[in-house]
T-cell receptor, first 114, second 116 residues
């Protein structure tokens, strides 16, 4: 079974530029999460999708972050414009259903904003 | 507000020794407590998880001890090996409510180094 795929692995941008991350979850997984992991901290949930609908985006900085999951499969997370404090690893995870089942994480995209 | 507090921040253990990582939570409504293992450059991977209706769960060399009254849980790694060197995160989540998410709240992590 293929795991959660993310790209790119690394990205360096200047502040105020825009950037997009892509995630392909495990086949058949209806729930998709985007987490932000700042160096030295645990992952923090940004947004959760169930199929192609948003379940929770309460911690997503909506003035600069956006995410979509078209057709309930792949997802993209965008930051525009980026700030220095957005430097982090962005992790995508998926699970079979909401609640109580294992979330499988991708390797993440390491973003550096200079 | 940090809802899951994890300690220590780093831990050095001799090969064959016992590694112990502790977590404390505040929200008594949490009902699922997983531990994740993360190697450099990789995403977190589920190691072991427990629900509050049991006080201990063991899988191989890994054991979770859970103290509901103290709102604490811990990970014990027996016979620690150099290959166990990684960052470990405890986490907690609320029951699925039907109206929203079932998100994980993570601790800040413990970097474990097992030296030969």
């Amino acid at each position: 079974e293929a795991g959660v795929a993310q790209s790119p692995r690394y990205k360096i941008i200047e502040k105020r530029q825009s950037v997009a991350f892509w995630c392909n979850p495990i086949s058949g997984h209806a729930t998709l999460y985007w987490y932000q992991q700042i160096l030295g901290q645990g992952p923090k949930l940004l947004i959760q999708f169930q199929n192609n609908g948003v379940v929770d985006d309460s911690q997503l900085p909506k003035d600069r972050f956006s995410a979509e999951r078209l057709k309930g499969v792949d997802s993209t997370l965008k930051i525009q414009p980026a700030k220095l404090e957005d430097s982090a690893v962005y992790l995508c995870a998926s699970s079979k259903r909401r609640g109580g089942t294992e979330a499988f994480f991708g390797q993440g995209t390491r973003l550096t904003v200079v | 507000q940090q809802q899951v507090k994890q300690s220590p921040q780093s831990l050095i253990v001799q090969k064959g020794g016992i590694s112990i990582i502790n977590c404390a939570y505040e929200n008594t409504a949490f009902d699922y407590f997983p531990w994740y293992q993360q190697f450099p450059g990789k995403g977190p991977a589920l190691l072991i998880a427990i629900r509050p209706d049991v006080s201990e769960k063991k899988e191989g060399r890994f054991t979770i001890s859970f103290n509901k009254s103290a709102k604490q849980f811990s990970l014990h790694i027996m016979d620690s090996q150099p290959g166990d060197s990684a960052t470990y995160f405890c986490a907690a989540s609320l029951p699925y409510s039907g109206a929203g998410s079932y998100q994980l709240t993570f601790g800040k992590g413990t970097k474990l180094s097992v030296i030969p």
